[in-house]
DNA sequence: GTGCTTGTTGGCCA
DNA sequence: GTGGCCAACAAGCA
C-alpha cells in the first residue's frame, strides 16, 4: 500500500496521537527481518523514557525524533503499517515494534516484513535520512533534472524509470501508472525517446498526482481522513485499474495491463499510444 | 495447490 | 564503471 501520502497518512497517525508522550516500555520482535541491520534491544534501551518530539516524512520513509537525540527511521515496505492503540491493547503476530507511550501504543506491524526499521543517536538527523532525494513537491525537482535523469535512463520503459526513487521519491507502482495515465504517455516507451514537451507533461503530473494524493489521502492541510479508504475520485485511473472490465474514465476505452519495468501496469491505449 | 501483491536490493550480464 | 533485468525476501488472499 505504502507511497508518498500514504506514508504521510501513516505518519501523522502516530504524531497526533502521542506527540508530547513518553514511551514508557517498548516491545521488540528480536528476529524480525524489519531490523535487518540495527540493534533491537539498543532501540528499546534508547526509547524508553524518551518523549515524541517530532516527525517529517520524505519519499516513502518516516523519521521520529525523540528526546535523548534518538532518531528512528520507518520505512513500510509493501505492507507495513502504524497504528495507534489503546493502552489496553495487547500487540498481535505482525507487531514487530511498539512503543507503549503515557498515552496509546505506537505499533508497527508488517506481515510481509519488507518494512525496515532504522536508528540513530547524535545531535544531527543521520545521513540515510539527510541523503534522500529532494521532494516532487520541491523547488529542486526541475523540469530540467526530470530531463537529465530520463536521458541517462534512456533505454529503460519509462515506467520503471518513474519508479527509481533516486529522482522520483515517493511514487510508487499505483502513482507511476497514474502520472503516465495523466501525461498521455505510453508505460513502455523508452525514457530517451521522450519529446521535451512529454518530458514537461511528465514533470507537471508528477507534482500534480504527488499534491491531489496528499490532499485526499493524507487530508492535507485539515483533518486526517478516519481510515485510507478515503473516497479518491472516480476521474482518477486508480479507482478503475483493478476492475474486471474496467474503462479508462477519460475516454470511456478498455484498460490494458501487462507486466513492465516488473512490475504489473495499467495504461489506457486509446490514450498512451506507442509511436 | 496456484498465482498474484501499492517495495527494495544484490547479483548477473551487456 | 554504468545501466537494465530479475529473483529473492515473506505472508496473505482469491
Redesign the pocket.
Known sequence: ???LA?VEFFRRRWQQAAAGKTVRKVLVHERA?IFRGVEPAKIARQLTGAKLEGSSTA??QMLFRFSGDAWLGI?L??SGELRAEPAAYTPG??DHLVLMTSGPQLVFSD????GRVQFHVGPKPPTWWTDIAPAILSPKFTVSAVADFLR??????IK?VL?M?ERFPGI???MADEVLWRAAIHPRRAAGTLKPAEVRRLWRECRHVCRLALVTIAGQGRKLPPDLNVHIPDSWLFNHRWQPGGRCPKTGQPLAHATI????TCWSPARQKLP
Open positions: 500500500m505504502p507511497e500514504e527481518r519519499a516513502k520505512h515496505g509493501m503476530k505482525h506481515p510481509r516484513m519488507f541517462r535512463r534512456a533505454r529503460a520503459p520503471a519508479l526513487q510508487g507502482n499505483w519495468g516488473g512490475r504489473t
